[in-house]
């Protein structure tokens, strides 16, 4: 037989269980770039801010490399492994044409690892159009967003990529 103290610690532990099972720990795949024109430079200045871990395990799944980011540890290898990932997953197309940017470095911010990029050579006064396709870590996590903000003069456009939709498309 069943006591009224056993009947609650039972109802308690049931109710925990119930509760637990509807919350999970999710986990962002997320990357922020931001692509702004400098008129000084005639350039196209790229900065894209990556989860560490998430570039880690892609560079282990594609390249076979354990890169170690931001550790003492670091692969020597790592920068030539980013960039290949980078210029194979973020293209930039003026007038309907790809370009081909500078890969300038990275540094680390916390969990973040800030990927440094230029486009040099920008004729402004002749673009027609803007074309930027953002596939970073789409093979990888099927969640994946990349956010791509893109600033020029006095003017701004934001996409929200994602693997089935990974094309942001400008008409100036």
């Known amino acids: 037989m069943i006591r009224p ?4 610690k039972l109802i308690g532990l049931l109710g925990l269980l119930l509760l637990l099972s509807f919350t ?6 997320l990357s922020v770039t931001n692509v702004v024109y400098s008129e000084k430079n ?4 790229i900065t894209s801010r990556i989860f560490i871990d998430d570039l880690e395990a892609v560079l282990e799944e594609r390249y076979g490399i354990d890169a170690e980011l931001a550790t003492d540890k670091e692969s020597k290898v790592s920068d030539t492994y980013i960039e290949k990932y980078l210029k194979t997953k973020f293209t930039i197309a003026l007038n309907e044409e790809v ?9 680390y911010d916390s969990d973040m690892i800030i990927c440094y990029l230029e486009l040099e050579d920008v004729d402004l006064a ?3 159009s803007i074309t930027i396709q953002n596939e ?3 093979d990888l996590f099927e969640e994946q967003q990349n956010i791509v903000h893109l600033k020029w003069k006095d003017r701004k456009k934001s996409f929200v990529l994602i693997k089935e939709n990974n094309k942001g498309m400008l008409n100036l």
């Open 5 to 8: 103290k056993q009947i609650g």
């Open 24 to 29: 999970t720990a999710h986990k962002f795949y």
């Open 42 to 45: 005639s350039s196209f200045q």
């Open 99 to 107: 370009s081909s940017y500078k890969f300038l470095g990275k540094e």
């Open 126 to 128: 002749q673009l027609h």
């Open 136 to 138: 970073i870590l789409t």
